[in-house]
């Protein structure tokens, strides 16, 4: 199963839509997966401007 990145939001999914802003041009060339369990807390998230836990790919063409 291959995964995508949506360059919107940068959650990675092995759907063809994006689970947060329902855009169906995602990108399989990403890199950089990052996996955000406590967004409140991570560095990471606050950088990525993520508020949710999840999946995510720091960089995406
Ligand atoms: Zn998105």
């Given at each position: 199963m291959s995964e995508k990145a949506c360059p919107t939001c940068h959650i990675v999914t092995t759907?063809?839509?994006?689970?947060?802003?329902?855009?169906?041009?995602?990108?399989?060339?990403?890199?950089g997966l990052v996996i955000i369990f406590d967004p409140e807390n991570s560095e990471i998230a606050k950088a990525m401007k993520v508020k949710e836990k999840g999946r995510y790919a720091l960089r995406v063409r």
């Open positions: 759907g063809n839509v994006c689970p947060k802003c329902k855009s169906t041009s995602l990108s399989s060339d990403f890199s």
